[in-house]
């Protein structure tokens, strides 16, 4: 049962270009979504999250975007920072607890 | 800035054995959780918590797990009889209001390691 999937288990990017990371979930009926940021050893960091009646919410360098009929919401950093390296998980919210996607880990080449 | 803070860090026990996780949630947030991430695996919602009570659990949370809000600040989990599959990370969350634009913010977890 995956509600939300991130099926992109790494990406690597070169500092300074733009890192996108993706995520997909089926049930329609998630109204808010989370991204989180998770260094090793640490617990998730809130990033950056969305309601389900705006389709972009911008945070200085993150920005996430959400497509309703498509399912699907992305997360876009830029420029990229070495600092930026970490796992980054989608979560998903219908005034329940949240359900996360199995995390995606980006890697910032300097 | 406020932060969730989670003792021990780490926890290694004997299966069969008793272990209380501890967390201190954010000051004025009323809604507690507990989630836990086995090693290469998502993160799983265990349960949650507010005004004294469960208010939703999932079906990891069996009885061998309670939870409980001591004190004012303190909230605490508890695995009575600890199962080698009970080792994960365990993180502790809190929000001050549920439903809507509700944004949980999380420890940084205790290690939980039965052998």
């Known amino acids: 049962d995956q509600q939300v999937k991130q099926n992109s288990p790494s990406l690597s990017v070169q500092e300074g270009r733009i890192s996108i990371l993706n995520c997909d979930y089926t049930?329609?009926?998630?109204?808010?979504f989370l991204w989180y940021k998770k260094y090793p050893a640490e617990g998730p960091t809130f990033l950056i999250s969305?309601?389900?009646?705006?389709d972009k919410n911008e945070d200085g360098r993150f920005t996430v975007f959400l497509n309703k009929s498509a399912k699907h919401l992305s997360l876009h950093i830029v420029p990229s920072q070495p600092g930026d390296s970490a796992v980054y998980f989608c979560?998903?919210?219908?005034?329940?607890?949240?359900?996360f996607g199995k995390g995606t880990r980006l890697s910032v080449i300097a | 800035e406020p932060e969730v803070t989670q003792t021990p860090s780490h926890q290694v026990t004997q299966m069969g054995q008793e272990v209380i996780l501890r967390c201190v949630p954010i000051?004025?947030?009323?809604?507690f959780y507990w989630y836990r991430q086995i090693l290469g695996q998502k993160v799983e919602f265990l349960v949650s918590?507010?005004?004294?009570?469960?208010?939703?659990k999932s079906e990891i949370f069996d009885d061998q797990f309670s939870v409980e809000r001591p004190d004012g600040s303190n909230f605490t989990l508890k695995i009575r009889s600890t199962k080698l599959e009970d080792s994960a990370m365990y993180f502790c969350?809190?929000?001050?209001?549920?439903?809507?634009?509700?944004?949980?913010?999380f420890g940084p977890g205790t290690r939980l390691l039965v052998l």
């Open positions: 969305i309601s389900s009646i705006k």
């Open positions: 969350a809190s929000s001050e209001r549920r439903g809507g634009e509700e944004t949980q913010y």
């Open positions: 000051s004025n947030h009323l809604y």
């Open positions: 049930n329609s009926m998630f109204d808010y």
């Open positions: 918590f507010y005004n004294n009570e469960i208010s939703e």
């Open positions: 979560a998903a919210s219908a005034s329940t607890p949240l359900v």
